[in-house]
């Protein structure tokens, strides 16, 4: 888009003249950010729907906060990840406040999994099972935190895995949480940090807590956040996915095993003389277990009708809601007691309310489907399509909406992401990246490779990048498609004797990762979708990303399936409409990894012969930067020696 920048606009704030010029020492004006900042601003005054794609170094996030700032009433931006919602709080929003010299109101609100619930801590501290060996530590850490906090997010923790098994035992979810009822209401940090936001001026969030506010409205429920005049949306090109899983429904091993350990913790602490509440629990979790196993060894997602019928599942689904009835009964009895005891009794009706639907067969325009991990299962409920019910709710706030995203558009057409969600009567603007692609960059398509298909497709692939990886002396990303090409990847580098450190996805968490892969400069990090956005690398740590092949959605999985069986239905061309635009978007995402700063140089090496043999490859292609294309490794391998040598002499 090219538009003249409104001289008294929030974009002028941001060109050379401009406070962010003075106050922000190697800041460079950009066009883009500019008219962006401006096209923001319009549709904040107008109350409008805007949807834009921002290209990689536009600077995105000035461009909405500046106006954001300058509009003066209540603005809720959302964000993809906890990481971005962070950034943007403790190091963007005070960045840009600085520069315009204004004192809003800002605050930052996470769902409730992400705050210590002082009740939940002293409820296992007093269960006797805080001095478990796989708790004992991470529970002094905790206890030890919790007495200096003021916040109460555990964000604050280092050192404690996410994924332990401490989070959930000293957080809430909105089935456990005793709301005014609980003894610890009052110094309460969910409670606390809802106050703010009801009070600020700018509330910083995660799609996920924008979508749990959403369902709660629906539901008749009070509101998680307070009414605003504007939401941004960034990271946009997310929303489909997320608003797919938060309207529909599910039930977990996870939440009937939760609830038989609160069942125990609140027995003893509000009726130590019903030990039948904790055998009917224990029993619950035998029950749990068996009906794992019925549900097969491997992990998978298949569509729940293969299953549900099977004697084995049927049996353990009857055991199981056997179990759970007898649990409430039991319940239903204990709930005077106190109110830990009476919540877990709602707790169990509402589940026993889940499992009954799993037990027939669904509604039409729903999907049923399932997935099992290692040791767990979920069934799901997902609707078929989410775009009149997340309209519908956007219409309830009447605020004014802005969507933004590096990769929204296929071409200069944004209707595959505005049709997924509703969004009707948008303004649409593209802006591309301000980097020179053209001079920094080339972008590597390997000759004689085999069809992905092919069992040799990894190895062909590995024998490619040795030289390309190489020359660049590490500092790369390998992106795959699926977890067994990366495995079989990571174990063909180091059969073939390849030097530089290899960093494998799953080895360790995703940040300590990309920590060492900057520090180390000369890595090779091995990643799968996680990897594919939200990471920036800057500099010479990475100078080259590979991608195995095109990012096509796994056709069996059982929501895409039904999806694409509907399009069909209607008329519609399933690869056409929807696998393709989705692929050519992710790939965007993947290539972005690439180029990060004005100063950066890399290869992009794409390892799929698709994009040459297949029609559809020119849109793949077309929606790449602009980079110098070529088949021939010798001149990859040249403009990569030759980057190190001009890096060497600097």
Known sequence: MSLPVDLEGSGALLGADGPFAHHIEGFAPRIQQQQMSDAVELALDNQSVLVCEAGTGTGKTFAYLVPALRFGKRVIISTGTKTLQDQLFHRDLPTVQKALAIAARVTMLKGRSNYLCIHRLDLLEHSGTAHA??????????????????????????????????WPQVTSTSENCLGQECPSFTDCHV??????????????I?????????????????????SADAFILDEAHQLPEIASNFFGQFLSGRQLLDLGRDVIAEQINEAGDMPALAQSAQQLEKELYDFRLALGMKKQR??????????????GMEAIETQLQKLSDQLEEAAVRGKGLENCWKRSMELMHRLQAFSQANEEERIQWYETTRRSFMLHDTPMNISETFHKHTLRYKSAWVYTSATLAVGDNFDHFTSRLGVENAETARWDSPFDFRSNSVLYLPEDLPEPSSPQHVEAVVDKSLPVLEACGGGAFMLFTSHRALRRAAELLEEKGFEAPLLIQGESPRNELLDTFRRLGNAVLLGTSSFWEGVDVRGEALSCVIIDKLPFVTPDDPVLQARMDALKKNGGNPFR?????????????GAGRLIRDVEDRGVLMLCDPRLVTKSYGKTFLKNLPPMRRTRDEAKVVGFLKKGKSEKGER
């Not at 606390?192 to 001026?201: F, I, V, Y």
């Not at 979508?211 to 709660?216: C, P």
């Not at 569509?303 to 049996?315: G, H, S």
């Not at 409409?577 to 995402?589: C, E, G, H, R, S």
Request: proline share 5%.
């Open 133 to 166: 060996k796989h708790l004992a530590n991470d529970f002094l850490a905790v206890r030890q935190w919790a007495g200096k906090t003021s916040s109460g997010d555990v964000a604050e923790i280092t050192g404690i895995d996410e994924a332990a098994p401490i």
């Open 191 to 204: 409670v606390k940090a809802r106050k703010r936001a009801q009070e600020a001026d700018i509330v910083v």
């Open 206 to 226: 995660n799609h996920h807590l924008l979508f749990s506010d959403m369902v709660l409205k629906e539901e008749g429920f009070g509101e998680l956040l307070p």
């Open 302 to 315: 298949a569509p729940w009708q293969e299953l549900r019928d099977l004697p084995a599942v049927k049996q």
């Open 577 to 589: 409409d929807f696998l393709l635009p989705n692929a050519v978007i992710t790939l965007k995402q």
